[in-house]
């Protein structure tokens, strides 16, 4: 017994060594005697990003025992763009999340990760143009008494005309709205406010993004929604996401439910490690394993050994970390990719009950402020006293240019002044701000970026077969939270099955943004069974999404 007692206790000993290893990286051995140094465990998979897509993966590898680490290199927070920032006890969104899926699978695992935690939340929008505030989406009525008889004259007019003439296979974001809404329409509603989020003409935003965004919506659909909106349409896949008019909701924003997720990662056993910002990924054809090299945040260099790789790092930042290197065509078409930064400025408000809408959109060219977050309509606990309410005033920008590097204090002046400018506030009403900088919140869908996705992909299956991309800027698709989580839980079923039984990259393939529906309509999990050949109907089963 003496002898079989003191093996358990080796064994304990040795897996507390491996679970430091783990956590604290390689950088434990050399601190250690020689005698407890040991070789590092292999883990199932090394996951890049702590996202929603790196979490959800993480969870899903973990819950059928296999052990993967992810690595975040951010110092603080877990949820990528989902999460949660807190100031001085206030909650900060970053972007604006509503958690809506015609995914089973998806509304089921948020609520298994965060259960009576998560709100219902009624969706309230409007659109800030010309000192006038417009319901959004658009309701055709009001917006056509609000513009004027003459204005709403020229609108219908050039709708029609937009009807009777489209532009045939439209290939820009302009051409592709001004056939469901006509030219007059797309200046006042559209024109402005994506020139502020992209930084470019609509002329050279590719169409595919308007696809994705605001499928099935259009000057007659919004005209119809309006005339019927008591109606239960019988099909559910005619209702337009834009138009659903509640959502979910975690109580203190969304980064509430990613900590929920990691720790529960932590608790199956894997692990989440934050500040550890990737450098390195060696692939050794020869063992047909990863080692993945992460700079800690005292400097440290540490390596993490597995079978498969899951990347959401950007794909710019990750193609020239791999090792053997891909051809000069595919690095070159990497660096060519691009991609739009914005920051928030978030305010802290005595609350004059102004504002009861979730967000608003600036569709005008006197400020620079893109869109207004209204966090404590998206849930009460987002503030902690009720007397005051925090704003996210949103600025799109390019890392490194004039507003991206201008010091807090003078952002923090310019959101107070456009505040009041706008009317959703009084500057003398603001005690208190931050700023939050989020760097490839977006990736740009400009004319050739598809080729540059293309080349890459193909260069990574040729020499990489066990490297998974997920997530938005791990594919360098424009999903969206649940789009996200899907390409993580394929990507996951792939890996326990030993085999790529599921494309990835048919999650929303059709460049159609399928968020119509009801929530959970549609389950991932009827594609059991379903190879990579058939992928198209994936495709159509996968794509329903969430802002």
């Not at 696809?211 to 909106?229: D, E, P, T, V, Y």
């Not at 949103?394 to 706008?422: N, S, T």
């Not at 700023?435 to 540059?452: E, F, G, L, S, W």
Request: hydrophobic share 40%; charged share 25%.
């Amino acid at each position: 017994m003496p002898l079989l007692h003191l093996f358990s206790v080796l064994l304990d000993f040795r897996n507390l060594i491996q679970v430091l290893h783990l956590a604290l990286g390689s950088g434990v051995a050399s601190r250690l005697p020689c005698f407890l140094c040991m070789e590092q465990p292999v883990l199932k998979a090394v996951i890049v990003g702590a996202g929603p897509a790196g979490l959800t993966a993480a969870y899903q590898l973990s819950k059928q025992h296999a052990r993967v680490a992810v690595l975040e290199s951010d110092p603080q927070y877990v949820g990528g763009i989902s999460r949660t920032v807190n100031y001085k006890g206030f909650h900060f969104d970053i972007g604006g999340h509503r958690f809506f899926s015609k995914s089973h699978e998806v509304e089921d695992l948020w609520t298994e990760i965060a259960g009576d935690d998560l709100l219902n939340r009624p969706r309230s929008s409007r659109v800030y143009y010309r000192g006038q505030f417009f319901t959004y989406p658009l309701k055709p009525f009001e917006a056509l008494s609000k513009l004027g008889l003459i204005e709403s004259f020229r609108c219908v007019l050039s709708f029609l005309a937009a009807r009777l003439h489209p532009t045939c296979h439209p290939k820009t974001f302009e051409d592709w709205v001004v056939n469901q809404f006509g030219k007059r329409l797309f200046r006042i509603f559209f024109k402005t406010y994506t020139e502020k989020v992209w930084g470019m003409s609509c002329q050279e935003i590719s169409a595919d993004w308007a696809a994705q965004r605001i499928k099935g919506l259009s000057l007659a659909s919004a005209m119809k929604h309006a005339l019927l909106s008591e109606r239960k349409p019988r099909d559910r896949k005619q209702v337009v996401k834009t138009l659903i008019d509640t959502f979910r909701y975690p109580r203190r924003g969304p980064g509430m439910m990613w900590e929920a997720c990691a720790e529960k990662i932590r608790k199956l056993g894997s692990a989440v490690l934050l500040g550890r910002r990737v450098v390195g990924c060696r692939f050794d054809s020869k063992n047909k394993l990863w080692t993945v090299t992460s700079r800690n945040a005292a400097g440290h260099l540490e390596e993490f050994h597995a079978e498969h790789l899951i990347s959401s790092m950007p794909i710019r930042e990750l193609v020239p970390q791999i090792e053997p290197h891909l051809p000069e065509v595919a690095i070159h078409a990497a660096r060519s990719l691009r991609y739009r930064d914005f920051l928030t400025v978030g305010l802290i408000v005595r609350d004059r009950d102004r504002v009861s809408d979730n967000w608003i959109y600036i569709h005008d060219s006197s400020v620079q402020v893109g869109r207004v977050q209204n966090y404590k309509s998206w849930s009460p606990e987002m503030v902690p006293d009720p007397a005051y309410c925090c704003y996210g005033l949103e600025y799109f920008c390019f890392e490194g240019d004039g507003m991206w590097a201008a010091p807090d204090r003078q952002l923090i002046e310019l959101a107070k002044k456009e505040i009041h400018q706008v009317n959703l506030a009084s500057s003398a009403d603001v005690v208190d701000g931050c700023v939050i900088r989020q760097p490839k919140a977006y990736p740009v869908y400009d004319d050739a970026y598809q080729q540059h996705v293309e080349t890459i992909r193909k260069a990574l299956a040729e020499k990489f077969p066990t490297l998974h991309l997920v997530g938005r800027n791990g594919m360098h698709k424009y999903n969206n939270q649940d789009h996200a989580m899907m390409t993580a839980m394929l990507t996951a079923k792939n890996i326990l099955a030993d085999e790529r039984q599921y494309d990835v990259w048919a999650v929303n393939q059709d460049a159609e943004y399928h968020e119509a529906g009801t929530a959970g309509e549609e389950s991932t999990g009827a594609m059991s069974g379903i190879p990579v050949a058939d992928a198209t109907s994936v495709a159509q089963s996968c794509s329903e999404g969430v802002a």
